[in-house]
């Protein structure tokens, strides 16, 4: 299917995303959605994801029946006064445009918070997560607001997208949503996968899978994990990483294990 966005006033997107799935024939369409990003806010030593609308004014749409669609959309007397000017209402995306922004968004199109690592002066090493689509489209990164700037093509123009990024001293903390202006179902925080039937794949006397330990070195010093699995003096262990499992494989010498009742 083709992407189409429809153009209404920012606040309104969600209530124009109702109308639709309510008086358009579901055959006109595939989705009608709005897209949104994640954003990291600290307030008062609290940590908190603020989900808000990506595009503020941009409605978007699928459909294989463009022409009807829009012929539809017309006859909507609720929808009189939004189209108004109809040439910058109804407008088709490039697919490489939307194959972009597919790519960016997850199921629910919220656009997760990136990964950024630093060398301490202000240049980016390391990018996991969305961003590491479009590292070369960064225009700005304010750090300590934690978002990056990025430049992107729709509609046939330039625009710029800020995006939300979290660094390597956030990933220890506990993070809660906070504001969110999607109407998604979310967690109350930041959660750890299940890990129910995980594999063992070695030996190590010292662990055992499903121990918790923390990384004692590298990027991520200081995180917790579990073990996953083990294999001679190696083990593969889980973090908790933007909301989601992440594995990654490190020596026995560069964790520690840590006892019950210790605070992660």
Not at 23 to 43: A, D, N, S, T
Not at 61 to 74: D, G, P, Q, Y
Not at 238 to 263: A, C, Y
Request: glycine share 8%; net charge neutral; aromatic share 10%.
């Amino acid at each position: 299917m083709l992407w189409y966005v429809l153009q209404t006033k920012t606040g309104g997107e969600e209530k124009l995303v109702e109308m639709v799935r309510r008086m358009v024939p579901r055959k006109l369409y595939g989705e009608c959605f709005v897209i949104y990003h994640e954003q990291l806010w600290r307030r008062q030593q609290q940590t908190f994801v603020h989900i808000k609308r990506a595009f503020p004014g941009y409605v978007f749409i699928t459909s294989e029946e463009a022409e009807a669609l829009f012929f539809c959309l017309k006859k909507l007397p609720a929808m009189a006064k939004m189209m108004a000017d109809e040439e910058y209402f109804f407008l088709s995306l490039d697919p490489e445009e939307a194959a972009f922004l597919q790519k960016m968004m997850n199921e629910q199109h919220v656009i997760g918070l990136s990964y950024l690592e630093t060398d301490g002066e202000g240049k980016i090493i390391q990018v996991s997560g969305p961003l590491s689509s479009c590292v070369s489209r960064i225009v700005r990164c304010r750090f300590g607001k934690r978002y990056a700037i990025v430049r992107l093509h729709l509609l046939g123009k330039e625009k710029e997208v800020l995006l939300g990024i979290i660094l390597k001293e956030d990933i220890c903390r506990e993070i809660r949503y906070g504001k969110v202006e999607a109407p998604v179902n979310i967690p109350e925080k930041y959660e750890r996968m299940n890990l129910e039937g995980t594999k063992k794949k070695g030996h190590c006397p010292e662990y055992s899978v499903g121990d918790v330990v923390q990384v004692a070195d590298g990027a991520f010093c200081g995180m917790s994990g579990t073990v996953l699995c083990l294999h001679d003096r190696v083990m593969n262990i889980g973090i908790k990483f933007l909301g989601r499992m992440i594995e990654m494989e490190v020596s026995v010498e560069s964790v520690r294990k840590k006892e019950n009742g210790e605070n992660e």
